[in-house]
């Protein structure tokens, strides 16, 4: 994970963001330093993102006060993708509960690809985590309702909660992924057959597609970012939409797979639970501060947002968001005079 910070300050909080003003120019300066940077390829595996603009780029910062902040193609729709994984376990979670969650679908990593069938065979049939494949299958197949349209029912409204707007599918994309998912199909099959997955193997596959398939902007991820900041609450439209306690834990499991395999090098760079969809959406949740969302479609090899990463590495430094970082307490002033970000 190559990420440029070079001349950026590393500032440290146990506080809040600071100013608008400032935000508002470390959101330009995180867009107008990586808008040229070449690197990362279109994924083309799934047809219908094959077309989309490598050159198109946003970012945006949503505080738990509901302050938005952006800078370029931040309201430009493209499919959510895999960064659905998040948002739904969140709704799942608050209904099966914590238990449950952590038994059917698992809270670690696996070190392989997201969409490895070895994983699941080394780990007698279990999903092992939500955010690769078979844990995503496994968490559509909890998804409460007496058929399909309750169900889908669930998961849109759910994830149009989080947004703050009413969102659509991409039918294009949908279809499009549909005709090429053998392999989640494959997935599904076998956790049905370690005795996994409770409801129909092709249905909730049918499910998981469609929610990749929801068409948001990186302005609408970055306030579902700020929604799990915030303890559940969408700062924007101030709606409960999860608990503190679904927050917690769907953070956590972001924080050791959000970004798959490379989920360590992304907490020892970032130090903050993030998640990235194929289609170049990255979503990075700082508890109690800001949701951060970037797109750029060019991808590095292990299929997250090259202009996406080097941004967001960018921000959580000059924003004081790692939360392994900390200062000398000597050196921080008297107990009555907290530190603030720099």
Not at 90 to 101: D, I, N, S, T
Request: with cysteine.
């Amino acid at each position: 994970m190559d990420l440029d910070v070079t001349g950026v300050e590393q500032a440290v909080s146990t506080g809040s963001l600071p100013d608008g003003e400032r935000v508002e120019q470390l959101v330009a300066a995180a867009h107008e330093r990586n808008r040229l940077v070449a690197d990362g390829v279109v994924a083309d595996y799934i047809p219908a993102l094959a077309s989309a603009d490598p050159d198109a780029f946003g970012v945006c910062v949503v505080g738990t006060d509901g302050a938005v902040h952006a800078a370029g193609d931040v309201d430009v729709e493209f499919s959510i993708q895999s960064i659905s994984k998040a948002f739904v376990y969140a709704l799942v979670c608050e209904v099966v509960g914590h238990r449950v969650a952590r038994e059917r679908v698992g809270v670690n990593n696996t070190g392989l690809a997201f969409n490895s069938v070895v994983a699941i065979e080394l780990n007698d049939g279990h999903p092992m985590n939500p955010m690769v494949n078979a844990g995503a299958i496994a968490t559509t197949g909890l998804v409460p309702g007496a058929d399909d349209a309750e169900r889908w029912e669930f998961v849109g409204s759910g994830l149009a909660a989080f947004a703050g707007r009413e969102l659509r599918v991409d039918e294009e994309v949908y279809a499009s992924e549909a005709a090429t998912n053998q392999r989640n199909q494959a997935i599904a099959r076998l956790l049905a057959s370690y005795g996994r997955l409770d409801a129909d193997p092709r249905r909730s596959v049918d499910l998981y597609t469609r929610q990749c398939s929801v068409l948001v902007t990186a302005r609408d991820l970055a306030v579902m970012a700020a929604t799990l900041a915030d303890g559940g609450v969408n700062p924007v439209t101030g709606r409960r939409v999860v608990s503190a306690g679904v927050c917690r834990d769907t953070l956590a499991v972001l924080a050791s797979t959000g970004l798959y395999e490379r989920s360590g090098d992304w907490l020892f760079e970032i130090g903050l639970p993030g998640k990235s969809g194929v289609s170049g959406g990255l979503v990075t949740v700082a508890p109690g501060k800001a949701g951060i969302a970037t797109w750029s479609p060019p991808l590095d090899d292990a299929g997250n947002s090259v202009r996406g990463q080097r941004a967001t590495a960018y921000l959580s430094r000059a924003l004081g968001l790692n939360v392994f970082a900390s200062a000398d307490y000597r050196l921080s002033g008297p107990a009555d005079e907290p530190r603030r970000n720099t």
